[in-house]
T-cell receptor
Framework: DTEVTQTPKHLVMGMTNKKSLKCEQH?????MYWYKQKAKKPPELMFV???????INESVPSRFSPECPNSSLLNLHLHALQPEDSALYLC???????????????FGPGTRLTVT | QKEVEQDPGPLSVPEGAIVSLNCTYS??????FMWYRQYSRKGPELLMY????GNKEDGRFTAQVDKSSKYISLFIRDSQPSDSATYLC????????????FGQGTELSVKP
C-alpha cells in the first residue's frame, strides 16, 4: 500500500488565522516532504524531514512552520499567511525502509489552501 | 537554462494513439528517473521509476532512459480518455539529499 493521506482536503483562512495541515503515511518511510504547487507549475519543495529531523528548508518564510511528531506524521503550521500563499500543498514520503532509502516519492492528494 | 526541460504542450491525441512524452536534462549525475501523472486538482501519482539507462515496461506504459543523450521518454500505448492529465518527469542523484528536480509538466488530452 503506497498511500499518503492529507487533511483537510480544502482550507480557507484569513490572513490573521492560525491553521495546520496534517499528513500521515504508514509505509515505514523515514523521509517526508512538504511541497507547494501553483496552477500549471511543478511542485516546489519547501521542507524535508529525514528520520524526524529537519534536513532541508528551502528558505521558506517563517509563517510556515513544519513539525514532525513521529516517523508517520508531518504537520505544517500556518500563521499570518498572504493571499499569494494560496496553492495546493502536497505531502510526500520517500521510498525505502530499514535504513535504506530509494529515490521515488509518493505524494498525498494535497490540501487546497485559499487565503482571503 | 533549466536543469530539466519538458515541453508543456498541450498535447492532444485521438483515443488509441501512441503518446510520446519527453524530458531532457543537463546534469549528468542524475541516475534516478520518475514519471508522475497528475489529474486536475489532485496529487501526483507515481507511474514509473527507473534507475540509470534502459527501458521499463508496465502495462501500456514504457519508460526509456538514454543517459548518453540525457534524454528520457514515457510512451503510452492505446491511449484512453482516462489518460488525460499532466505528466511530470522528475529526477535525482545520490547527492541531492532526496530532492527531486521536476520538469514543467506536459498537459495531455486524449479525445474519444
Amino acid at each position: 500500500d503506497t498511500e499518503v493521506t492529507q487533511t483537510p482536503k480544502h482550507l480557507v483562512m484569513g490572513m490573521t488565522n492560525k491553521k495546520s495541515l496534517k499528513c500521515e503515511q504508514h509505509m515505514g518511510h523515514r523521509a517526508m516532504y512538504w511541497y507547494k504547487q501553483k496552477a500549471k507549475k511543478p511542485p516546489e519543495l519547501m521542507f524535508v524531514y529525514s528520520y524526524e529531523k529537519l534536513s532541508i528548508n528551502e528558505s521558506v518564510p517563517s509563517r510556515f512552520s513544519p513539525e514532525c511528531p513521529n516517523s508517520s506524521l508531518l504537520n505544517l503550521h500556518l500563521h499570518a499567511l498572504q493571499p499569494e500563499d494560496s496553492a495546493l500543498y502536497l505531502c510526500a514520503s520517500r521510498g525505502g525502509t530499514s535504513g535504506t532509502f530509494t529515490y521515488e516519492q509518493y505524494f498525498g492528494p494535497g490540501t487546497r489552501l485559499t487565503v482571503t | 537554462q533549466k536543469e530539466v526541460e519538458q515541453d508543456p504542450g498541450p498535447l492532444s491525441v485521438p483515443e488509441g494513439a501512441i503518446v510520446s512524452l519527453n524530458c531532457t536534462y543537463s546534469n549528468s549525475a542524475f541516475q534516478y528517473f520518475m514519471w508522475y501523472r497528475q489529474y486536475s486538482r489532485k496529487g501526483p501519482e507515481l507511474l514509473m521509476y527507473t534507475y540509470s539507462s534502459g527501458n521499463k515496461e508496465d502495462g501500456r506504459f514504457t519508460a526509456q532512459v538514454d543517459k548518453s543523450s540525457k534524454y528520457i521518454s514515457l510512451f503510452i500505448r492505446d491511449s484512453q480518455p482516462s489518460d488525460s492529465a499532466t505528466y511530470l518527469c522528475a529526477m535525482s542523484d545520490y547527492n541531492q539529499g532526496g530532492k527531486l528536480i521536476f520538469g514543467q509538466g506536459t498537459e495531455l488530452s486524449v479525445k474519444p
